[in-house]
């Protein structure tokens, strides 16, 4: 059996262009950039891009919150290889209880300045389960073989 999944949107920008999947085996959802101008990103900048959207819980198909899910934020591969813009924090996280507009970070990683035009496909969103634990603080840790080393201790 197959969970349905229900998230609500709202357009903050009657403007906004809706999140949309290309095919119906993407997962992600684009992001569209919402701009009154286009806007430049020259290279080695990061500008905020806002989306016009804020998105509403996450809902099973009974109506019931789902809270352990996330959006996470991803770059589109095409933005990315061809013009160097990719979200400057890499993957960005999106908690289940922000109402806000969601903005995409986008940094020029190119050497020529690349432009951003209202509707472009900037960002795609996917959603994902998350494991919340319950932390607990310990005075020592068990031992293994790695134990403290890391940045490349088990060679490569």
Known sequence: M?????????KID??????????LGSVGYDLHACLKVGAV????????????????????EFGFELENYGGFVF????????????????????DTDYRGEIFIALHNHSKKAASVE?????????FQPVFLPILEELDLLDETERGAGGFG????
């Open 75 to 94: 770059a589109r591969s095409g933005l990315a290889t061809k013009d160097g813009l990719s979200p400057a924090n890499k993957v960005g996280v999106i």
């Open 14 to 23: 009657p403007n906004a262009t809706a999140p949309t999947r290309a095919t």
């Open 118 to 126: 209202h509707g472009q496909r900037i960002a795609q969103l996917v």
């Open 153 to 156: 201790s088990t060679g490569a």
């Open 41 to 60: 990103i020259e290279p080695g900048e990061t500008v905020k891009i806002g989306t016009g959207i804020a998105f509403g819980a996450l809902l099973d």
């Open 2 to 10: 197959r969970l349905k999944m229900i998230i609500k949107f709202k």
